[in-house]
């Protein structure tokens, strides 16, 4: 018996093209939640940045990949940061491989520069630019994810300057990244045991790389259609893509709505 669900947001919940829930997603959750079941949200973002679902109610969120837990009453579970050691060697390797880099941190998101990249991705996701700033005193503050817009050619160069973070990418622009051991399904742990819930109980649907974890870990792990091959492959389901109503779709499918 499915006592949870959990859902990514971009790519997932909210279309890449209209930038919103739709209606038949939004019915699907009400309903969803109706019958008893609760409704997480797991995704990248911080949630500052969770600002594009409208009305929906949801009971909690597994947020910046799983590094910061919350219940939908504000109670914080859970949370992990990158080592200072890491934002140290980071800020050094800056002054010779410069890139641009939003360090998010409890109540701020910080930007070291911006450039055409830069914007072209907040705009994507619809969500403003954080404000640009020296990032130099970081190392002090508890930062629990950088967003880094390096390429996958960088990447390996990059991350040996953090070595105990991991790089998650679902974007070809820039990757999450986030410290050892932190993703969508440790999350997930934390927020499943604090409501004393089995993860065979849960379902998650999802759509990039770091929804990989997440998927193989609850019961029902169900990937959008418009997923990469990658993500299908770790998934139970394929449902159809977010702009095919891909959540009502699915929850159809496994008889919870």
């Given amino acids: ?30 309903q969803l939640r109706a019958q008893g079941v609760k409704v997480f949200i797991a995704s990248g973002r ?23 837990c919350v219940t939908g ?3 914080v579970i859970y949370r992990r940061v990158i080592p ?22 409890d109540d701020v998101i910080l930007t070291n520069y911006r450039n055409e990249v830069v914007d072209a991705v907040y705009d994507q996701l619809h969500i403003l630019n954080p404000p640009i700033g020296p990032i130099d005193g970081i190392a002090s503050k508890r930062v629990y994810q950088l967003i880094a817009f390096f390429t996958e050619a960088q990447e390996p160069r990059i991350m040996a300057h953090l070595p105990h973070c991991v790089a998650t990418r679902w974007h070809l622009l820039f990757a999450d990244v986030v410290p050892e051991g932190s993703n969508k399904a440790v999350g997930i742990q934390h927020l499943l045991a604090h409501y004393g819930i089995d993860p065979k109980e849960a ?14 870990y609850v ?10 091959d990658e993500v299908k492959a770790a998934a139970d389901f394929v449902t159809t ?5 891909g959540i009502a779709y699915g929850l159809k499918h496994f008889g919870l709505i």
């Fill in 1 to 30: 018996m499915i006592k949870a669900a959990f859902f990514d947001i971009d790519g997932t919940l909210v279309s890449f093209q209209t930038h919103v829930v739709s209606e038949a997603t939004v019915r699907a959750i009400h």
């Fill in 46 to 68: 911080h949630v500052l940045w969770i600002n594009n679902l409208g009305d929906l109610e949801v009971d909690g969120y597994v947020a910046l990949n799983g590094g910061y």
């Fill in 73 to 75: 009453e504000g109670e």
């Fill in 84 to 105: 200072e050691e890491d934002i140290r060697s980071m800020l050094a390797y800056q002054q010779v491989e410069p890139f641009p880099c939003s360090c998010v941190m």
């Fill in 203 to 216: 379902i998650a649907f999802g759509d990039g790389g770091n929804d990989i974890e997440m998927l193989r």
């Fill in 219 to 228: 019961g029902i792990g169900v990937a959008m259609g418009n997923a990469s």
């Fill in 241 to 245: 893509s977010v702009d095919d109503e």
